[in-house]
């Protein structure tokens, strides 16, 4: 099984300011990796995909990099409704085995 | 757009089967191109991918639970269907359907919004 680690466990940013999520793959994804948008009480939302690829209706501040083992989210100016858990998941394998990080929890400042 | 719901029973009894419908809105299962997954969240903790079913009912599952786990489709109501046998405590969790998407049906969009399911007696 892939593992996928995600840090920080929480990033505490102001609003406006920058955010930088990290995750890393126990082992090589290429750039099968998602990223999810998940706050209490609600659906998870698909955000990215393909490493870099924006989902439907994702703002432009939301971008996706990296490759192989290690990827990158970042929030270029945080809005109020930004504030919430990010998931990253690999898709490589086939037959899918398909795995989450643990997340990261981005707080207001 | 497509929308999924979850629906079942909040407190399942540990040893008993849990049992959880997806209800699809806004497009058909049976129109392919599409797996259809379950996926869970135990209390503060991760999400985990259970597994995921085709229309034509071809399934795969995560290897850790493929011994207690069942996926079905009903396309005439377009639903499909979790089963997990002899629950424990560890069971216990918020489980989300969401429709499998991409080349390789490697990611979700959408997600219901998630259904708690407490196993205790």
């Known amino acids: 099984e892939i593992v996928m680690t995600q840090s920080p466990a929480t990033l505490s940013v102001s609003p406006g300011e920058r955010a930088t999520l990290s995750c890393r793959a126990s082992?090589?994804?290429?750039?099968?990796l998602a990223w999810y948008q998940h706050k209490p009480g609600q659906a998870p939302r698909l955000l990215i995909y393909g490493a870099s690829t924006r989902a439907a209706g994702i703002p432009t501040r939301f971008s996706g990099s990296g490759s192989g083992t290690e990827f990158t989210l970042t929030i270029s100016s945080l809005q109020s409704e930004d504030f919430a858990l990010y998931y990253c998941?690999?898709?490589?394998?086939?037959?899918?085995?398909?795995?989450f990080g643990g997340g990261t929890k981005v707080e207001i400042k | 757009q497509v929308q999924l719901q979850e629906a079942g029973p909040g407190l399942v009894k540990p040893s008993q089967t849990l049992s959880l419908t997806c209800t699809v809105s806004g497009g058909s299962i049976s129109s392919g191109g599409y797996y259809w997954s379950w996926i869970r969240q135990h209390p503060g903790k991760g999400l985990e991918w259970i597994g995921y079913?085709?229309?034509?009912?071809?399934?795969y599952y995560n290897p850790s639970h493929k011994s207690r786990v069942s996926i079905s489709v009903e396309t005439s109501k377009n639903q499909f269907s979790l089963k997990v046998r002899s629950v424990t405590a560890a069971d216990t969790a918020i489980y989300y359907c969401?429709?499998?998407?991409?080349?390789?049906?490697?990611?979700?969009?959408?997600w219901g919004p998630g259904s708690l399911v407490t196993v205790s007696s």
């Open positions: 079913i085709y229309y034509s009912g071809n399934t």
């Open positions: 969401a429709r499998a998407v991409g080349n390789s049906w490697g990611y979700f969009d959408p």
């Open positions: 082992q090589s994804v290429s750039r099968d």
């Open positions: 998941q690999q898709y490589n394998k086939w037959p899918p085995s398909l795995t």
